[in-house]
């Protein structure tokens, strides 16, 4: 469903009881609007609420390199991301690698981060640093490697009133009332319970159309034949 900031602004403050049908808010109120829109929707967006799909992107790993730093004009160009998802994959002669994220702890737990090398990295560790982030690429590449790194989609920053935004089924309601709560002191308002009720509801719900259930990797090594009822 394609929308606009207005149009998210006017509802939310038709929510607030404070902007009556046919009304237009001011230009101060538009203003207002439009702060905490973009205040929400990088809330959202740090919530993982915008996993409905994925922004992809292309960047090279030179040789013997075991890091690139991440962000606007930075080594690997792209806007900051919350985290790096499962399904990035490195390119070396046309064959396509797993790359799969993996946690600090995870990385920490490495011993020789820069001693060991081989034609492509299978892990890497995405520091998420403000404003810019590095990734951490593990082992080191004997050669260089196209990178193709998958994160969640920004929500998106209005620059205006007329910014358009496109949304997936529910997605319009929950950010109307998640504004309507934003709003809410600005126009010394008390929060309405059944908007906070419903903002929550509706957040649980895309929250769960979102999920994917992990796939459990399992070393053939480990496969072994075993004994349940003796416990084996």
């Not at 915008?50 to 730093?69: D, E, G, K, V, W």
């Amino acid at each position: 469903m394609t929308t606009t900031a207005l149009d998210l602004i006017k509802r939310a403050m038709s929510k607030l009881n404070v902007l009556q049908a046919g009304e237009t808010p001011s230009a101060d109120d538009v203003a207002i609007g439009l702060d905490a829109l973009n205040t929400l929707m990088l809330s959202l967006e740090n919530e993982g609420i915008f996993n409905y799909t994925a922004t992809r992107t292309t960047a090279t790993l030179p040789a013997s390199t075991s890091s690139r730093t991440i962000g606007p004009a930075m080594q690997i160009a792209m806007t900051r991301p919350v985290k790096l998802l499962r399904g990035s994959y490195s390119r070396v002669d046309g064959v396509d690698y797993p790359l799969d994220p993996i946690s600090e702890a995870e990385y920490n737990e490495i011993s020789l981060k820069t001693g060991v090398s081989s034609v492509v990295p299978s892990v890497c560790f995405y520091d998420g640093g403000s404003p810019t982030g590095v990734v951490y690429f593990w082992p080191v590449p004997t050669g260089s490697v196209e990178l193709h790194l998958l994160s969640p989609a920004p929500g998106g920053v209005a620059t205006s009133s007329v910014t358009e935004y496109t949304f997936p089924p529910g997605y319009k309601r929950m950010i109307e009332n998640g504004l309507a709560l934003e709003l809410a002191p600005d126009f010394n308002v008390p929060p309405n319970p059944m908007v906070s009720a419903m903002y929550a509801s509706e957040k649980r719900a895309i929250r769960r159309a979102n999920r994917v259930i992990p796939q459990l990797d399992m070393c053939e090594m480990t496969s072994v034949a075993s004994d349940f009822y003796a416990g084996q």
